[in-house]
Every structure is written in C-alpha cells, then in structure tokens.
C-alpha cells in the first residue's frame, strides 16, 4: 500500500486548480457511495484530485486514491487494500477506472457493508451499468454522470468570460438579454466555432494539433479495452461495431434502415441494435427515439448522431462535416444533459415533451413551426436572437 501512496502524493502535487468542473460543486461529497461515470476523457480523474485537493490539502493522511488498473492489483485484492486502509484510519478512499477491476462490485460492496466509517468514490467508463455487476450497488451508490464540456465550460478555461450556467425556462424567456449581456464581452462566433472544432474534452488543451487523432485513438481504445471488460464480447463483434461506427460518421445524421445496415455490416439484426446501444453508452453515438417510446436494447433508434461535435470534425479527416449536420449535434448533446431530447416528425426535436426546435442558420425561417406552441428556433450566426428566434450557441450554456 505504501507504493500507492507514494503514486497518489506524486500526482496530486501536479493538480491543477485553475478550472474547476460544473459537475464539482454538484456532487454531495457527504454520501457513502459515490459513482462518477463519464466517457473517456471527460476529467473524472482531475475532477476527483481537484476536490482532494481543495479539501485536504496536498498530503492527506486519511485520503488514498488509487487506480485499479495499476499492476499492484494483480497481487492484491481491493477488499484487502480497503480493510488495511481502514485500519490505518482511513475514510476516503477514490478509486479509478473500476470496471478494470474484474470482482469490483462485490468488493466494493463488502466494504461498504463492513467499514460504515468508510467514504468510498469511484469512477468507471460510461460503458458501465453498475446493477449489472456481481453485487446490485444501485441502492447504495449516489450516480454521478460527468459529460464533456459545455460551451460555457470552454469559454471559461479559455479565460474569455465566466457566466453561470442558465436554466431551459430561463434561457427560453430571456434569451435577449442574456445573449446582449454574454456577446458584450466576448465576441461570441469565433469562440463558437473552436468549440465546435475542438472544446468538448479538456485534453485538447495538451495538444490542438492532434487532438482530433488523439479523439479517435481514444474511441478505439473504449471499444478494444472498456468495452470488453464490461461486456462479454469478442473482437469479431468489436471490428464489426468498428465498422458500424464508420458507416454511421459517413451518413449521420440519419433514420437507420435495420434491415440494410445489418446487411452492410453483415450481423444480424439483433446484433446491430446491441452494437448501436454499446455505441451509445459509450458515449460516441447520441440516438433519438419516438416521444413516449420506450428504450431498450433491441429497439431501433428514430434518429442517430455522432455524440459531440468533435467527432463530426475527426472523422471527416480532411473535408468539412456538413454544417447542418454539426449544428443539429450540438442541440442534441447540450439538450441531452439537462433535459429530454426526443424525435418529432414535425420539426427536428422536442424536449421534455414540452417544447419544439427547429435548427438552421441565420436565415431560418418560421413555416415549419407555425401553429405549434411553445416553438422556437435555435439559429446559428446570430449573436442575439428575436421573439422565439434564439442563438444556436446560447444553448451551450445550460451546464
């Protein structure tokens, strides 16, 4: 234990403290059992170090955080590097990248019977489903999910304006004004469009160079590592959804016809639609479904799109992602964090069974939303909107 101890102290001393998650001050720190789930890349591990930091300085001597991938669990079990740190007098103990662990619930689960004294957060890949492991931790676990960044997120690393974040209703109502107060300090479109290109996951700050390479790199890696220590699949499947992946970065978005997709990718149906949903929860695809449909595993999805815009740009390799295309990813997956998202035959989304949005450019206009209520259009190139005509990239500030 005291070589994980050594590894956590050396890493917590590099911890920047900068820029903090909106996730951070969300979290009730008091629960027993906390799971923070998010796709690769996202910052769970910096979001868990920052808070160490923040609260128990840089050397804390009832604080441990360990990564379960590390090759000192091949010799130890994590119930035994729990008890041992119980003993010593322990109560948070952070452990990353659970779902390498193979027996992690029930361990994790005995702890936490045993050691009521105990604070235990983990974090996984969003391919995880925690009900699924050995032992149910649903009712004892409070889940967290963290996203990518919102635009607001990357206005604020960038250091170009700090804005809280703003409620649907609120954005809604009063869109005027809070698009003139947000445009009349930083020029909004350029930054619009970087984010666009390369603000969804902090890492693009290492390097913008390759971060669209890195984006892809990171992508195979949930589908050849985290997808099958979660999931009892084989590389068959995997270059299958590998080539799945492909056909729909080509085509989205799209209303997938099963039939001739499985057909393309030559598995059968039942497989494609398990593929789509392991895409899913992996947050690299974002589906649509009917409004009131139900969602499982073997259900067609209405509408499929990439998951975040940076995607669009990755695998676009040297052409421009249709603009259209983007400008509709970016509504989905901002909406997606705070609201429901669902497909509408009559306009490109409702949201919360409530509310319809057309999307377009500055130039959209109003036919296919006459006579609907509570209609509007989220129109991009516009700083400031009008009436129920609202900027595109406002609606990047809802976390």
């Avoid at 101890?5 to 998650?21: A, D, E, H, K, T």
């Avoid at 056909?247 to 499985?262: E, H």
Wanted: proline share 3%.
């Amino acid at each position: 234990m005291d070589q994980l101890y050594s590894i956590f102290f050396g890493q917590l001393q590099n911890v920047n403290m900068s820029f903090l998650r909106f996730l951070h001050e969300k979290i009730d720190w008091t629960n027993r059992l906390i799971f923070i789930l998010g796709a690769r890349g996202s910052g769970k591990t910096t979001l868990v170090f920052q808070h160490i930091k923040k609260n128990y300085v840089n050397t804390p001597k009832n604080v441990l955080y360990a990564s379960l991938d590390h090759i000192w669990f091949s010799a130890n079990s994590l119930y035994d590097l729990g008890t041992s740190f119980v003993m010593q007098g322990g109560k948070y103990l952070f452990l990353d990248e659970v779902h390498k662990y193979k027996n992690w619930s029930q361990e994790i689960k005995n702890l936490y019977d045993a050691f009521p004294e105990l604070n235990i957060i983990l974090t996984g890949s969003s391919i995880l489903e925690i009900y699924k492991g050995q032992a149910d931790l649903s009712r004892r676990a409070v889940l967290y999910s963290l996203p990518g960044m919102s635009f607001r997120e990357y206005l604020s690393i960038e250091g170009l304006v700090n804005y809280n974040d703003i409620s649907l209703p609120d954005l809604l109502n009063n869109h005027i004004e809070i698009s003139s107060d947000i445009t009349s300090k930083v020029k909004i479109l350029p930054a619009f469009d970087n984010y666009l290109k390369y603000g969804y996951f902090p890492y693009y700050k290492e390097n913008i160079i390759s971060y669209h390479a890195r984006l892809i790199q990171t992508v195979n890696v949930v589908l050849e590592t985290d997808l099958p220590s979660v999931e009892n699949i084989d590389y068959y499947s995997i270059d299958k959804i590998k080539k799945l992946l492909y056909v729909i970065a080509n085509m989205v978005p799209f209303t997938p016809n099963i039939s001739r997709l499985s057909g393309k990718i030559e598995v059968t149906r039942n497989s494609l639609l398990s593929y789509i949903r392991y895409l899913e929860r992996g947050q690299i695809i974002q589906t649509l479904e009917q409004k009131g449909g139900r969602l499982g595993k073997l259900t067609k999805p209405e509408k499929i799109y990439l998951q975040n815009t940076n995607y669009n740009y990755a695998y676009s390799g040297s052409q421009m992602p249709d603009k259209g295309n983007v400008r509709e990813t970016f509504f989905c997956n901002q909406l997606k964090q705070v609201a429901e998202v669902d497909f509408s035959e009559k306009t490109d989304f409702n949201v919360d069974d409530l509310y319809n949005f057309e999307i377009g450019g500055r130039n959209k206009g109003r036919e296919q939303i006459m006579g609907l209520e509570n209609a509007f259009i989220a129109a991009d190139d516009i700083e400031i909107g009008f009436a129920n005509k609202i900027p595109l990239w406002l609606f990047g500030f809802l976390y």
